[in-house]
């Protein structure tokens, strides 16, 4: 079964001395009645579609349907690649990859919804970008991805994952907070050390809005993906670093969720507040839909 | 959220922006084309609530033409789908429209045939690309699609859901969950009949012997 809380998950790890990934591919395979072997392949092709999404902006100028947005990816591999960056290889090109999934997301293109559509960049970005830098094999990411779904599935049994209900703090805060356990894992982190990452990511976003410019998966999305992939490296790194969270796992998601709920409506997705009210934002608003 | 799986949280793979906008979208599309049946030839989306107001940039349209033409969620040509509607002659249009007390995802297909049947359908996108089909023809109703599906239309008249219950039951498939809609006494009345596990074609033929039954359609997505 599933656990219901982080401190259900980090007893069960340390009972059974598991991961969680494994823990979470044997919830699984008892809730769907389906086998590990399968569920492990489904999972090979979720890898391999956040694999192509992360990758085409970062080569071709991808343009949103409304026109808004596109080829801020572009841009960002071209600068890592020609350029020396401030914040390093790996900051920036999870950057260049988040951004280049929101795009792709933006511009009817495959994605994954991780946890939603608006959050798709945060985890494909994370994971294939320190994937590459711990020398991971296929079989790991994909261990990855579980451990990064069994955090999600927490935060969304005690919370919500959606923005309309719990402001971008619900969607692209969890997307971080499920990547940031997720590559605490790959680096040998224990699960609480996963889920400590969680929560000081969770933390660092709370009361963030949903307020998408024109109502539209796009402005400010993409640039809050990419923040979101540098908030979870982060936070991998700090609690990695030995840095503990003085806020337990559990405790940061019931914050995030009673911050949500007490969001007035406008902020969250409906497009009445935040940047989506803006002088721009509603000149944009126009540009798309009209007068 | 009750029960669900790690790939509610790490997926569904999908066709972007917006899980309710456009996969929820496409959904609604493909469940409207199955119980209307082929030969579709002219679809009006009557579009309500935040679909009416945002359909154009989160290619809700193309979504919803897409799922016509019985395409998953999934399927890059997603985004070609008027071309590909216009290359086989359908005709649509989208009519911005308040249909009153319903979900802000909201649409109702009305659906010309060939034959000029015409078939009314109403349903939500209720996030992550979850849908809900609240009418169909003017019948009140509720359900998702999420399990297999079988929708039968009949006449109101006794014995005839124990015959088609017992069809079921011949072919070895457990009910999940079972209602039965009807415009009015002895009127037309809709079965929504959710199983758990797959159902083939065989089940349409066995219970469409059953004499007061006009129709039956399978949902398996």
Known sequence: MFPKSGKELMEVCEKSQCKIWEHTLKSEAHLSEVEEEQILKNMRDVLNTMKSSATEGLHNKVISVSGLIGGDAYKMNEYIETKETLTGNVMATAMARALSSSEV?????????????????ILPSVLITAGEKLKKTEDEMVQ???????????????????????????????????????????????????????????????????????????????????????????????????????????????????????????????????????????????????? | MSEFSIFDIVGPIMIGPSSSHTAGAARLGKVARIISGDHIKEVDFLLHGSFGKTYKGHGTDKALVAGILGMDPWDENLRHSFTIAEKKGIKFQFIERDLGDVHPNTVRFILKKENDEMVVIMGSSIGGGNIIITEIDGIPMEFTGSYPTIISVHRDMPGVITQITNAISNENINIAQMKV??????????????????INNDIIDSISKVDAVDDVKIINI
């Open chain 1, 144 to 291: 990855a991805l579980l451990t990064a779904s069994g955090v999600g599935h927490i935060i969304a049994t005690n919370a919500t994952v959606s923005g309309a209900e719990g402001g971008c703090q619900a969607e692209c805060g969890s997307a971080a907070a499920m990547a940031a356990a997720a590559v605490v894992e790959m680096m040998g982190g224990t699960p609480k050390q996963s889920l400590d990452a969680g929560a000081i990511v969770i933390k660092c976003v709370l009361g963030l809005v949903c307020d998408p410019v024109a109502g539209l998966v796009e402005i400010p999305c993409a640039k809050r993906n990419a923040m979101g992939a540098v908030n979870a490296l982060a936070a991998a790194d700090m609690v990695m670093g030995g840095v503990e969270s003085y806020i337990p796992f559990d405790d940061a998601v019931s914050a995030m969720y009673k911050v949500g709920k007490s969001l007035p409506s406008e902020l969250r997705e409906t497009a009445l507040g935040g940047v989506a009210i803006t002088e721009a934002g509603q000149r944009m608003n126009e540009e798309v839909f009209g007068g």
């Open chain 1, 105 to 121: 997301n933006a511009s009817m293109g495959k994605i994954v919804a991780c946890p939603t559509a608006g959050s798709c960049g």
């Open chain 2, 181 to 198: 809609f009807r415009e009015k006494k002895g009127g037309k009345a809709i079965m929504i009949i959710e199983t758990d596990s797959e």
